[in-house]
């Protein structure tokens, strides 16, 4: 909402001072198809020059996330916990070999099916049972299982944020393909010097708005956009580090209850529950 919000004030502020000060838009209007022609046309085909075609397609998905923003809300943080709470207390009071059936295929797994959204999301499933599993496989070093999360969380991190670097490269960008668009413009008006100083003066105009157009897209649509998407990225990364808190804490030997109150801590203010509204969602749930 607050992004359509700000599309709509950038341009009613910067048009409506251009206007209020005497200018007209006659000169941008005529000019603006073939500027925008040149400059998008030019910075589309550099960003499909500059990026895979993985990357292409999460840029374009994240136009998506740009406006709906994070993925993750207060009650899909409370399902996190209340998810890796029966797991690690599965694992306590009940052993190996009753965990295996949940982590082996969590798609038919009564404590997995009851977090629909957690189960459909395919890192944060993989990440909880490939963790848990190195946990049965007598993996028990505390630091060792914290350092190998911490390692497949910077991958699907940087992955992930791939979009953003490229719409921030493609920001960058596009003030200089202002400038070649405003180049052509006047090498056009030179092959028309000898016209009088009104005609030459609307070519000139017409130039020049092709520098407008690059700078004015670049930071007031792409660059800020680049800017949203990332942080969107960064505030969704932050559900996959309460596994790795509450699974770390779980393998330090903490009871259930310890170890989703240590993730619990570690939930974005914004998002965090509280500690009465934690234990109320765990007391409700019916023993696995």
């Known amino acids: 909402m607050f992004q359509i919000i700000g599309i709509v004030l950038l341009f009613a502020m910067v048009f409506g001072s251009y206007i209020m000060a005497g200018g007209k838009m006659d000169v941008i209007i005529h000019a603006a198809p073939h500027e925008l022609m040149a400059i998008g046309g030019a910075g589309v085909a550099a960003f499909l020059i500059g990026n895979s075609v993985t990357v292409i397609k999460a840029t374009l998905g994240g136009f998506g996330t740009i406006f709906k923003g994070p993925k993750w809300k207060a009650q899909d943080y409370r399902d996190l916990l209340s998810l890796l709470f029966l797991l690690t207390k599965t694992m306590k009071s009940k052993g190996v ?6 982590i082996e295929k969590p798609h038919e797994s009564t404590i997995f099916s009851r977090y629909p959204k957690i189960a459909h999301d395919h890192f944060a499933v993989d990440f909880i049972c490939d963790t848990l599993r190195m946990m049965t496989m007598n993996l028990e070093d505390p630091h060792q299982v914290e350092d190998a999360m911490e390692k497949q969380l910077e991958k699907h991190h940087h992955e992930a ?4 670097h490229a719409l921030t490269q ?6 200089a393909l202002g400038i070649v668009a405003a180049v052509l413009g006047v090498i056009k008006t030179m092959g028309s010097i000898t016209e009088p100083p009104a005609v030459l003066g609307t070519m000139i105009g017409g130039a020049l708005v092709g520098t407008f157009m690059g700078v004015f897209m670049a930071y007031g649509l792409v660059g800020p956009m680049a800017t949203r998407l990332g942080g969107v990225l960064d505030e969704d990364h932050n559900f996959y580090k309460i596994i790795q808190a509450v699974l770390v804490a779980h393998l330090h030997g903490n009871a259930a209850q310890i170890s989703v109150e240590i993730g619990r801590g570690n939930v974005p203010s914004a998002y965090q529950p509280s500690f009465a509204e934690l234990e109320e969602a765990l007391s409700q749930m019916p023993n696995e």
């Open 161 to 164: 944020h791939g979009a953003a």
């Open 97 to 102: 070999i009753a965990l295996e059936a949940h």
């Open 170 to 175: 493609l920001s960058d960008g596009l003030p």
